[in-house]
């Protein structure tokens, strides 16, 4: 795992072997738990760019072995399995926990855990050489696993969905897109500069209005109702109201100039 900062209040999360297309064993993945702990208390980062080395974002599970996760003992047991696939699913809740938007930017396979990871993030781009598909039904297992069953039908529906998870089919860049799985699709040079260039976007607003942002929309894909939604968006706004980045976007619009936030 490679922890960069990529430009002022962007840090870039890279997945970084290469070699196994990411795969996802126990060290990437406590690698990946501590970056994000460690991010979530920053405030000098604004917006987390998540990326994969090599040809491809994350092609799942590391089916030549997982290795010890926290908790388990490597006996093969039901317990020890449990701890892996807790150790596993559990980062899909701290990349939604996380106060700063991720962006994730995907090229090549984006399989079972990847997949995974690249609907856990708030934004997703791909390049044109992009595969996206849920395994885990094709090494026989239930196709709903670390949180993909909750996720993609939030994301594309869930009549697709359900087509997606009982085929375990690859969806291509093009389809993704056409679907709503991605933002955009660029090509492969494009593919970093252009999540920097949507992090930088995210950046030049208030710190408090985009993590609410965040933190509502999240919200709202569980509250159960229109008026419970607007309660929370209510309360939400009014805390931001009173903050002193408001009142500088408030003055910089009116003297026409660039805000100068302070997360305050």
């Known amino acids: 795992m490679q922890v960069l900062d990529a430009a002022p209040g962007i840090t870039e999360l890279v997945l970084n072997k290469p070699e196994r297309f990411n795969a996802l064993e126990a060290r990437l993945v406590s690698d990946l738990h501590e970056a994000l702990a460690a991010i979530a208390t920053d405030r000098s980062c604004r917006v987390v760019i998540l990326r994969g080395a090599g040809r491809h974002f994350c092609a799942g599970a590391d089916l030549g072995g997982h290795g010890p996760a926290p908790g388990g003992d490597g006996s093969g047991s039901p317990q020890d399995w449990m701890a892996t696939q807790e150790h596993i699913a559990s980062l899909v809740t701290a990349m939604r926990k996380l106060p700063q938007p991720i962006v994730a930017a995907v090229q090549g396979a984006a399989a079972g855990g990847g997949l995974a990871l690249a609907l856990a993030s708030d934004i997703r781009l791909c390049d044109r ?136």
């Open 129 to 264: 050489s992009a595969r996206f598909n849920a395994a885990f039904v094709r090494v026989g297992l239930s196709g709903c696993d670390i949180g993909v069953s909750w996720l993609l039908p939030r994301i594309v529906g869930a009549s697709r969905s359900f087509e997606l998870l009982l085929t375990g089919r690859f969806v291509a860049a093009a389809e993704a897109r056409d679907i709503g799985l991605v933002s955009s699709v660029v090509e492969p040079d494009a593919l970093r500069p252009s999540a920097l260039d949507v992090a930088g976007q995210i950046c030049a607003n208030s710190p408090y209005g985009v993590r609410m942002t965040k933190q509502v929309m999240w919200a709202q894909l569980e509250i159960s109702s229109l008026e419970a939604g607007i309660a929370l968006e209510n309360r939400t706004q009014v805390t931001a109201a009173l903050t002193a980045d408001h009142a500088e976007a408030v003055q910089a619009f009116l003297g026409k100039r660039e805000p100068r936030f302070t997360g305050r």
